[in-house]
């Protein structure tokens, strides 16, 4: 298969026989010294068997959004050689987030203390260059550099929301409260939206009923336990 793009924790393949797109997950974790933490822009070390755990849960929460009626591009899996088959989608290089708190970089970006609940819930998107330091990005910005099309930018946040939902309501059966989120929106040639790279720890943070953040590692041990 021809690679398409190697990211921090996937690669992307092209089957060029049949045209079809696969995910590579690795076993690389985001994080930095050491700590591994969803919300770094680093590779902070690799875990043996991250890839193909991650790939469980992503499989386990595509087919959830999917019941709910959230469009996904997913299309089914290789469990054994690590590999999710996804919809062939233009992915613009935008990250959009969810806030049910306060917390890591919006702490630290406005000096704002941590914990502060959104009610409703506060919603940002985020332009991925890490030489800029991902910086926020509004619709106006997103057109006028040819990056979304007229709606899309509220489109996608919608969708968002509606993930953000989703996933709160399943971790809150393993006591876990979801604190943040961020996903990634790619389109077709018709300009409809779907979910796309991930739904795994690697994209919430949580807090469990001690009060403490686990890790993106062992928040994905908690739900094998679940899902397996």
């Known amino acids: 298969m021809k690679e398409l793009y190697d990211g921090k924790t996937k690669t992307v393949f092209l089957d060029e026989t049949t045209n079809e ?8 974790a ?7 933490d ?9 875990v043996d068997g991250k890839g193909k755990n991650g ?15 959230i469009p996904t591009h997913y299309l089914g899996v290789d469990l ?13 290089p935008l990250e959009f987030v969810l806030r049910y708190e306060t917390a890591g970089s919006m702490c630290r970006r406005f000096d704002l203390p941590e914990q502060i609940a959104f009610d409703p819930v506060y919603t940002e998107v985020t332009l991925k260059a ?12 997103c057109q006028m550099k040819g990056i979304l099309k007229p709606g899309q930018y509220q489109e996608a946040l919608n969708i968002l929301e509606k993930v953000g939902e989703v996933l709160k309501d399943d971790l809150a059966k393993m006591a876990l409260q979801l604190i943040d989120l961020k996903i990634e929106i790619g389109f077709d040639e018709a300009g409809n939206l ?14 469990d009923s001690q009060g403490t953040i686990p890790d993106q590692i062992t928040c994905t041990n908690l739900l094998l336990e679940k899902i397996e």
């Open 55 to 69: 790939l469980k849960v992503s499989q386990y929460y595509f087919e959830l959004m999917a019941k709910h009626g």
């Open 21 to 28: 797109v696969w995910l590579l997950f690795k076993d690389s």
């Open 194 to 207: 779907y979910v796309v790279d991930e739904i795994t720890p690697d994209i919430w943070r949580v807090r």
């Open 38 to 46: 969803p919300g770094s822009n680093t590779v902070g070390g690799s």
């Open 80 to 92: 054994e050689k690590g590999l999710m088959k996804v919809r062939q989608l233009t992915v613009p």
């Open 130 to 141: 890490d030489e800029q330091g991902d910086p926020l990005i509004t619709d106006r910005l």
């Open 30 to 36: 985001t994080g930095a010294d050491g700590v591994f």
